[in-house]
């Protein structure tokens, strides 16, 4: 690699990677499905940033892509807020969720003329993760049905498993429990499997699988129940084509395959590892394994943060690992002789690909952004473990990087560290824009995977239970004190960064300790208490786990939450905030911001109309990269001020 050719401090590198390129240049990609009149065609979900984060489904067909939802329809739903499943595919025909109302549609996929025909009413009625029960003409799913009184003056989302038929009628099939998700119907039709739990349990701490036979007229028989409990959480029940019920279960300790012997009914341990063949259920419709055959199973698997793709022969119970490119493999689909994958590396940004099982090497069908930067330009991460509070945490380090530029000889780079949101959530390798516009720009980045997170097993997930707001700052602040030991960040410009839970991880390393310099809240929780009061039925009772439940918690949230502690919060700050964000209410941001001024400290607010948890308007997420970079280099003197600030800072003249 050439030598650089110009010398300018960190943090102010000329960067070919703009705020408007990350925004336009990264297509989110998600939902992927495959199948189609002769099971060849691949289906997945595309946002558009140009078009207020429009969802369409497209389709690979034969050598093209092809789009099959034109605006104005977007394929989005918002059962449990966070949606998922928001379409199926079933032979020449697709059934989605229209955002807008609600309301399910069917198309006739290879028929140009044909137009979306809805089948629901929409409105209150939402839908997520369906199934054709094509004997009896109709779709099974999760509805979630708003605006209904729930016996105390309130109104609370009822959900239960729903069929929906071709003619519209609704017909509730499984009730009672607050959540369900992942209605499947065997080969044959005659048997439905499903996972429930209950309040105040996330998904990822206890699920019950269950089964029932479907009667003859379309009711279920009594519900056997098949796994799972308060303290074992089911993930991704699937029918083998030879009608063996599989799931994954974390009752090891690790998220590992089992399946539902015929003969006895007894649960058997396909390949027992310490390895995650799951992920959290935040969204519906998620798939990490699939069926070559009834004796081949197709697998992507975590291992200290990194996805393996492999073959798995139940029999046997042996695992042969698939050469593949990638160290994040987000989701799976499996075809008789394919499978189609969405995934990364640090070198590759999310993409859709194919491998054949008859010949070698990947087919890339699509890709989240078209225009990389030359690889020279790209931070490639180091994989770190470092010592934190007595146990071991991991994260991913990406020095700062560009082939036209270094810094003067003996400067330490300012670093951004990440805490992720979730928190029960995961970060990945996979090659993001959005950490290369600060590495190309001269900072370094620390994405933590602080204890909680997802990836590394139960009990390393379970060290957040009741100490939110402690174990994932203590990670981060452990993660920055280990690159100033290793000489890799100055210790006079640490930065902290999240959105979401992350930001309440920012909030309080920022409130309750003096490491770092500057921070940035995404949306982020400052108020424990207001959380529960505001936060939607999926989360309502999330804090129970995280904190403690009610009563014990009162103490305990005035004690974390930094809203209740501004006169510690010394450090300038920026926060950014959906107008419309239903999971953390803008009070939360705002009522930070007016302590912050009010107390004199430097302190930039930038509120974004039509936007709710999540950035999804391209022009939105210009703004805000170039607010924060603008930040940063204004607080730590690395720009003069004259030009036009885009984003206004109190408490620091113009």
Not at 100 to 111: F, G, Q, T
Not at 314 to 320: D, F, M
Not at 589 to 602: D, I, N, Q
Request: hydrophobic share 40%; net charge negative; proline share 7%.
């Amino acid at each position: 690699m050439p030598a650089p050719t110009t010398i300018a401090p960190y943090g102010t590198w000329p960067s070919p990677i703009t705020a408007a390129r990350v925004a336009a240049g990264a297509t989110p990609m998600s939902s992927l499905q495959v199948g189609g009149a002769d099971g060849n065609d691949i289906f997945w979900l595309a946002g558009r940033a140009a078009e207020a984060g429009r969802n369409t489904l497209l389709r690979h067909h034969g050598a093209e892509n092809q789009e099959l939802t034109p605006a104005p329809f977007n394929v989005r739903t918002r059962v449990h807020e966070y949606g998922g499943g928001a379409y199926l595919v079933a032979g020449d025909t697709v059934y989605f969720s229209h955002f807008a109302n609600n309301r399910l549609y069917r198309l006739a996929i290879d028929d140009d003329a044909a137009a979306p025909v809805a089948l629901s009413q929409g409105g209150a009625h939402r839908f997520a993760d369906f199934v054709l029960d094509r004997a009896r003409q109709r779709l099974i799913g999760v509805r979630e049905l708003h605006g209904e009184d729930d016996g105390s003056g309130h109104t609370q989302p009822v959900n239960t498993v729903t069929a929906v038929g071709f003619d519209g009628a609704e017909t509730v099939l499984v009730a009672g429990a607050d959540f369900y998700s992942s209605p499947r119907l065997a080969p044959d039709g005659r048997t439905l499997a499903w996972l429930s739990w209950d309040h105040p349990r996330m998904p990822w701490q206890g699920t019950t699988l269950w089964r029932a036979a479907v009667q003859d007229d379309g009711t279920l028989a009594t519900p056997v129940q098949v796994a799972g409990g308060d303290h074992e959480s089911i993930c991704q029940p699937e029918w083998s084509p030879d009608g063996v019920l599989h799931f994954v279960s974390d009752r090891s300790g690790w998220w590992n395959l089992y399946r539902q012997r015929t003969d006895d009914h007894h649960i058997e341990a396909l390949c027992p590892m310490e390895a995650e063949f799951a992920g959290p259920h935040w969204t519906f419709g998620n798939s990490l394994y699939g069926f070559r055959s009834a004796g081949e199973i197709i697998c992507t698997y975590i291992d200290k943060g990194v996805s393996r793709l492999a073959r798995l022969l139940p029999a046997s119970g042996k695992l042969e690992a698939i050469a593949n490119p990638y160290e994040e493999i987000r989701e799976l689909r499996v075809a008789p002789g394919y499978v189609a994958m969405l995934a990364g590396s640090p070198t590759i940004a999310l993409e859709l690909a194919r491998i054949d099982f008859t010949e070698e090497g990947v087919e890339i069908l699509a890709q989240s952004i078209d225009d990389l930067p030359a690889e020279a330009d790209l931070s490639v991460p180091l994989n770190l473990e470092f010592a934190s509070n007595g146990r071991t945490a991991y994260a991913f380090f990406y020095p700062p990087r560009n082939a036209q530029v270094a810094a003067p000889d003996g400067e330490k780079p300012p670093v951004i560290v990440i805490s992720h949101g979730g928190p029960t959530g995961m970060t990945v390798s996979t090659l993001k824009l959005a950490t290369q516009f600060w590495t190309s720009r001269g900072f370094g980045v620390l994405d933590v995977n602080y204890g909680g997170s997802t990836g590394f097993g139960r009990a390393y997930r379970d060290l957040l239970r009741g100490q939110w707001g402690i174990v994932d700052v203590e990670d981060c602040v452990a993660g920055a004190r280990a690159l100033v030991a290793r000489g890799l960040a100055d210790p006079e410009r640490l930065i902290i960064r999240g959105g979401s839970a992350g930001g309440l991880t920012t909030l309080c390393a920022l409130t309750f300790h003096d490491v770092f310099q500057l921070g940035a809240s995404y949306y982020g929780v400052s108020d424990l208490k207001g959380l529960d009061q505001d936060s939607h039925k999926f989360e309502s009772h999330y804090n129970a786990y995280l904190i403690a439940p009610q009563p014990q918690a009162e103490a305990l949230y005035q004690a974390r939450s930094p809203i209740h502690h501004t006169d510690r919060l010394t450090r300038p700050m920026i926060f950014f905030q959906g107008l419309d964000d239903k999971v953390v209410p803008p009070q939360q941001s705002e009522t930070m911001v007016a302590a912050l001024r009010a107390r004199g400290v430097p302190v930039a607010y930038v509120p974004l109309e039509g936007e709710g948890h999540g950035f999804r308007k391209g022009e939105n997420i210009v703004r805000t990269l170039e607010a924060e970079l603008y930040f940063y280099q204004r607080m730590f003197g690395l720009h003069d001020g004259a030009a036009p600030a885009p984003v206004h800072i109190d408490n620091v003249p113009d």
